[in-house]
Structure formats: C-alpha cells, structure tokens
C-alpha cells in the first residue's frame, strides 16, 4: 500500500475498500466513545467518513474499537499450534500476541522459536515474539537448550522480535550477574523492550530491579505490591491466566492517572479456558467493576502497542492498521477485521486458517532404565521440607512435615496428603531424578505425569504408588510427551509429540483430551481443579517458595537447593 494512495482515499479520492457505517468508535486517544463511520484502505484506516467504498457492512447501535493485544503470553500453554491458537482467540477479538517462546526454547533452543515463528505465517493475526532471557531459567536444573548473548543478539535483529522475554533470573539483576546484564545491554541498544519477572520484589532490591532497564512485571498479585512496582516506574500487566488468578485483586490499582502503564495479558491459559475466555472477558470483567470503559479497552490494545512499540498499532485512527473488533454495548464482539478484511463474525472465523507442519526432533532422550529405584526415598531425617500448594496461585509454601517411613523409606502418605513427587531429566540423558514432598494434590492412589514442567520441561510426577509413578513415566516417554493419569496401568492421557509440549490436533480436540485427564485425576482423588496446570509449576525454580528440579529440591528465596530433611 502506498502512502499517496491512503492520502486519496482519506480525501475520499479513491474508493476505500471497506466503509464500516452507523457505528460508535472507542476512540483509544481522545478518551471518547463517538459516533464515527470508519472507512478502510489498503489494509488501513484511512479516516472517518468517505464518498464511496467498494462494501460497506451497518454496525449500528454497536462499538468499533482495535482489535485486542495478549501483553505476555506463553503460546506452548495453550497446547496447540499457532494456527488453531489463533482459531480459537481471534473470534473474541485477539488480534495481537507478544509471545515469550521460552517453554520450547528451554526444549530446542533456537530451533524451538524458529519453529513457531514459521508455524505462525499466514494467521490472521500478529503473532509477535520476545527473546526468552532465562533459557535455563537458573543454573538449577537441566534444559535441553541455553541461549546466551550472542544467540539473544541475533534474535533481536528479526522485526518479529519486539523485546527481551521476562527476566526472570532478578538474583542475577541485583547481584550484578555479567552474562544477566550482557543480555539486558544488548536489548537496550537495540532499542527493544525488556520484560520482567519480579514476585515478591520490594524496596531496595526493587529499585535495582528496575534501574535495570525493567519495564514491566505480570507476576504481581496484590495491589500494594503491583502499586510499588508502579511508583518505580514498572508498568504492571494485570494477569488473569488458569493458575495464577489476579485481575480481582489488581483491579483496584486502576485510576484515572494512572491507565497507561497498565496492560492486560493472560501469561499462562489451557485450552478449555482459552476455549471460554480471554481478552475480551478481561475487559467486560473490569468495565464491570466499574472502570471507564475506554480505560479498559486503552489497556488491551493502545497501552500495550505503545509498551512494545508497535507502530501504527492498536487504535482506529487515520494510517493505522485496520486491525478492528465490533461489539455490541455489552463489549462482546460481534465482527472482527484483520488488515481490513472480515476474519470472524459471531464467535467463529469467516475464512479457512491453513496450518503449517514443520518437521521437529525428538525432545524425549531419558536415561534408561527408570525402574522402582528411581523412585525410593531413604528416611535420612525426621522432618521433612514439603512443597505445599496454595490453590489457584503458582505461589507455594515450604511445610516442615513428619512423613510416613516404611523399613527405612520414606512413603507416601494419602492420610495426610503428603505424596512423592519426582522430576526426571529428559533432554540430556543425564539419568537426573529430583526427588521430594508434595501436599495438595490430594490423590488416594495411582499417579499423574507431565512433560510439560515449566521452564525446563522435564517429566514431572506425583503419586501414591512407585509401581505407578514408573508406568506414568514410560507411558509418557512412550508417546513423546504430554499428561498421563495411571492406576496401576494408563486410564487417560494427552499426547503432546511437539516437543513434549503441543499438538498437532484441533483446540476442541485437545480440550477433551486434556478434560478426560483432568477427570482422571479427579477419579484418583484429586481435588484441584486443574492437578496438570499446578503440577506444571512445581519445577519452575523461579517462583516461592520451595520448588523441585531435576537436580532436586530448591528454595526459591535463597535461590539454591536444599535437603530433602531438616532434621
């Protein structure tokens, strides 16, 4: 498109291609909602009214406003490929993501982002990337891939590339850690937004934190520590993933002054929540505690444009792109425009999504062979660290706890819900196995595993039964990847063959799947709503409290690995 060309057309001198007529506009700039005929050229809106256009669609008594940005998203969440991703969220008005790929990075490295970036091609949608700054998260587990500075370099060169993923490592920001700060350098000359990752950061180490270039923080889960990070300057993205919940409680951060350094992303959604909400639900959810709902929308599609300098992005003005959702007055969409064309209409696509198939190695290379063993326990102590779950948080807590021993092993206790839990390295062939504690989960007996165990993504398992935890283990290995429920012999599992962490399959296919697990669990005894989405957690050494690697267990506050027992 020439820029002569949506002059004319602005000029009413061409004919635009697409008149959207009789509409109110939520116009991200003015703060107004006004009526507006929004005409459209060339895959741009080129003004408010025109002489004539090729099709024109009524969208009276409804709203235009931009089409919705995700601020921070891991895509490998949502189980399946870009294009059935987009499948599903672009008919709620999705039409940007800034994704941080670092789940299959940590798996294939390069190789892992080059794949989804190619996957990605063709969707009716902006499908954007940050350089995962922590691949490994930490230097206390086992990753199948590292990426250092030169390898962030040469990403951050692709137009695609908007920033530096979440920096997770902030021991590393405010110790002063060379290889940390060489990362956060290179993105600073470059230009490039550096993402952060900051639970639980106050005061002093905070303020280091953020004199690192730190811009943002989607971690923060109550409102005195979201309003910290923004009187540092951080700009807060407002999280409502299916773990970690907490647009209820930053909700009351919003005022007035303060709606431009604020986002919304969804960081971590399954499919059946992907399935139900996403953006859109965030914005009816704020507009319905009474925030202005311009102020909503600013902070799903302007706020964030701005944030990763997405020119001519995020707002229905002239020369900007035509990337456009229609509601009615209860801001649920109804049309949705992607480069000036229909894309969807009433929850379901207008046109046909080619997928692309890129061919990928195999990610499962365990150590063989996993017997009982690797399972076993010895009581060298009497009281036990245990991870404890805080439900609808990937938050945990370290219980000290007395656990059951049987002829000098340490068992699994259903009574008190204190179960074994084991990571397995499965990258390296390392013959890793971290062994621990886990209550919460609630099983009576059996085992549930997955490769999808965050950052690292080696195979995670807890259960009642050693017998179990080993059939869970080589049910997984057996099919490349994903969930798996066990009762002595496999009752449900979820193939995920792309890298242990995605399928090929249709959303609606793998939300039954992943349902058919998730009640097999239930049938074990579990009473979380989601056993895989908290046991996909409980490697990330990253977040609170006490964690479990392949290298064994970690706390997290003093960012090093610690005894099973404390005495």
Known sequence: MRIGDLIAAARGELE?????????????????????????YGGYVAGFDCSSARMAISVEDHLIAPGFIDAHVHIESSMVMPSEYARAVVPRGTLAVIADPHEIANVLGVDGISYLLRSAENIPMRFLVTAPSCVPATPLETSGAALGVSEIASLLEDPRVVGLGEMMNYPGVIHGDGSVLAKLEIAATKNKTICGHAPGLRGRDLHAYAAALIEDDHECTRAEEAMEQLRSGVRIMIREGSAARNLDDLVGIIRDHNTPNIMLCTDDLAPRDIMQRHIDHMIRRIIGAGIDPVAAIQMATINPARHFGLR?????????????????HDFQVRRVIFEGREVARDGRLTERIESRSVQLSSSMNVRMPITRESFKIPASGRIARVIGIVPNQILTEMIAARPAVREGEVVSDTRNDILKIAVIERHRSTGNVGLGLVSGFGLKRGAIASSVSHDSHNITVVGVEDKSMLRAVESLISMGGGWV????????????????????????????GAEDVISASHSLGSELEDPFMTLSFLALPVIPELRITDRGLVDVREFRHVPLFLE
Not at 16 to 40: T, W
Not at 501 to 509: K, Q
């Open 16 to 40: 635009a291609d697409l008149l959207l007529e009789g509409g109110e506009l939520v116009n991200v700039f003015s703060g107004e909602i006004h009526r507006a005929d929004v005409s459209i």
């Open 312 to 328: 001519r992005t995020g707002a229905v003005a002239p020369g900007y792109r035509a990337d456009i959702v229609v509601m009615n």
């Open 485 to 512: 429920a066990v009762n002595g012999k496999m009752i449900a599992s979820l193939p995920l063959p792309i890298a242990g962490l995605l399928s090929e399959r249709c959303m609606e296919d793998v939300v039954e």
